[in-house]
């Protein structure tokens, strides 16, 4: 198996989710609190080019009392990572071919059916093994973005599914209200008996 990069973020993450902490470097890490003048950069037209840390809303780093604990640039990846006393998190947005095996590698045990996150169809995934769950869905033509959450023991995978899912409407509709989606909320995926 190769390993690129962006799967290095992964096991990265899944390794800050089991110790809550930090997420090591891959890529390009970049300061989470950028300093210096504000850019004068067109705004993004695209998913895959915006800033992964601008899809958490404020009230979401308020409510759950986040903290930035840094954020990942690669060639095929952008992530941040927050991390509270009680869970760890993070936002990928990922465009290589491996990333949904990584994803069912990462989080084999399928949530629910038919989930839907601020009017979009999410494939939930999560891992007994560790307390962590995740979200996955197709904003644009191959690109994944994942929520990722990863409580702190004795928590459970479900309990980090319930925050996914609260995390994660809330991150689908602040893409949408920067534009990177459609403005109207596609119907999720149904399955075929």
Do not use: H
């Not at 800033?51 to 809303?57: R, T």
């Not at 095929?76 to 290589?96: E, G, H, N, P, Q």
């Not at 962590?132 to 191959?142: I, T, V």
């Not at 994660?168 to 990177?180: M, P, W």
């Amino acid at each position: 198996m190769t390993r690129t990069p962006a799967s290095r973020a992964v096991r990265l993450m899944t390794v800050s989710l089991l110790a809550t902490a930090v997420l090591g470097g891959c890529g390009r890490t970049e300061d989470p609190s950028p300093s210096g003048s504000p850019s004068t950069a067109p705004p993004p037209t695209s998913v895959r080019d915006a800033d992964p840390c601008s899809f958490l809303p404020r009230p979401q780093v308020t409510t759950y009392d986040l903290k930035r604990a840094g954020k990942d640039v690669s060639e095929t990846s952008r992530s941040c990572a927050w991390t509270s006393a009680k869970f760890a998190m993070m936002i990928l947005v990922r465009w290589d071919s491996q990333t949904l095996v990584d994803f069912g590698q990462a989080f084999p045990v399928p949530g629910e059916d038919d989930v839907e996150l601020g009017g979009e169809g999410v494939v939930i995934g999560k891992s007994d093994v560790r307390p962590a769950c995740a979200a996955a869905f197709l904003p644009e033509q191959g690109t994944v973005v994942e929520v990722v959450v990863g409580d702190t023991p004795p928590s459970t995978a479900d309990a980090a599914c319930e925050r996914v899912k609260a995390i994660g409407a809330s991150a689908v509709q602040e893409i949408r209200g920067q534009n990177l989606l459609d403005a109207t909320p596609t119907a999720p995926p149904k399955t075929t008996p």
